[in-house]
């Protein structure tokens, strides 16, 4: 299974970007999608959750500014990002949980990291 994350970019403080994470490979279900950040420096951090059922969840930097939502049939989520600050700045990580089978365990994955860059 690989996670290939893309969307990433410069943008000016104020600005929105779109970041978007399929997931490929031996895929029979996938049960949370995540987005984690991690900025110079710092230890990685839960950004936004979506369960497969749609139920989301996020940190309280970013409520009110990100969205997250999935496409079950592509196997892939996405993180709206609005009103972007420069403390946005990180490599932005998705990470999922995948089942390979009907019985099988679900197993933890991640992408490959994008580089958001807000400047002021």
């Known amino acids: 299974v690989q996670l290939q994350a893309s969307g990433g970019g410069l943008v000016q403080a104020g600005g929105s970007l779109r970041l978007s994470c399929s997931a490929s490979?031996?895929?029979?279900?996938?049960?949370?999608m995540a987005w984690y950040r991690q900025a110079p420096g710092k230890q990685r951090d839960l950004v936004a959750l979506?369960?497969?059922?749609?139920?989301?969840s996020y940190a309280d930097s970013v409520k009110g500014r990100f969205a997250i939502s999935r496409d079950n049939a592509k196997n892939t989520v996405y993180l709206q990002m609005s009103s972007l600050k420069p403390e946005d700045t990180a490599v932005y990580y998705c990470n999922a949980d995948v089942a390979q089978s009907s019985i099988g365990a679900l197993y933890n994955y991640w992408g490959q990291g994008t580089l958001v860059t807000v400047s002021s």
């Open positions: 979506i369960t497969n059922n749609g139920r989301t």
């Open positions: 490979g031996s895929i029979f279900s996938i049960n949370n």
